[in-house]
């Protein structure tokens, strides 16, 4: 489904944040990329969505999402593809969403923007999405203000706003780690869930090794802008290859010789 071939990114006239990143990664499956502040890690999942910030470009590579390259859509392909076969969680979808306009007003736009429904079908659809992300009362949300919902409330609507064209590709930048661990784990059952209902695949850029390592089938490593480690989950985990992500695993907590991952 994608395919990143020898990626290198660079902004202005720095050194290249990514080199040679490469992934392979078919329908349903589940990715996740670790590795400190500065690594690389949104930089990629921004590339693949083609909203690369500050002047970044792509220098060498490609990026196949169903056999077609990405670097070569225009505005109006993006503009077909965004929201609907590729989506993107936010590290605070509390951030993305316009605090002065109810979470309704703001849903139904989104859905009207990319599809051809009536109001009152998009009103629906918004609905429906909120009940599928267990929210209580999804038409009181609706009606609600942004600062009237908690931190955990504001993700589920971000990502029923993701899910509501159920992408091929979800792209999630950090999606828990704002939330207390109790909203964090029902994120990530949540996550999971969209993956075995819809058969989406997902690639998920968190710092929590213990988040990674519970949701990956593969999982990607990485410092200074270069993977370090890649592989399968128990490859990683019980057989990594970089110094660096042994200290990773180091720090991990243990509680009577078990650890936390």
Known sequence: MLEIKDLSVQYG??????EHFQLSMKKGEIISVVGESGSGK???IRAILGALAGG?????????????????NSK??????RGTRIS??????????????KIGSQYVEYIRAHGSQ???????????????????????IMNSFPHQLSGGMRQRVGIAMAMTFQPQLLLADEPTSALDVTTQAQIVRQMMELRDNFGTGIIIVTHNLGVASYMADQLIVMQYGKIVDQGTREDVMSHPTNEYTKRLLAAVPEME???FV
Do not use: H, Y
């Open 118 to 140: 009536s109001k009152q079908e998009a009103w629906q659809l918004g609905v429906s999405m909120l009940q599928k992300m267990r929210l209580p009362d999804a038409e009181n």
């Open 56 to 72: 970044g470009k792509v220098t060498s590579g490609d990026i196949l999402f169903e056999g077609k390259s990405l670097l070569n």
């Open 257 to 259: 010789g078990e650890r």
């Open 13 to 18: 006239k720095q050194a290249p944040t990514i």
């Open 76 to 81: 109006d392909e993006w503009r077909a593809l």
């Open 88 to 101: 993107m969680i936010f590290q605070d979808c509390g951030g993305t969403l316009n605090p002065i306009r």
């Open 42 to 44: 949104t930089t990629v």
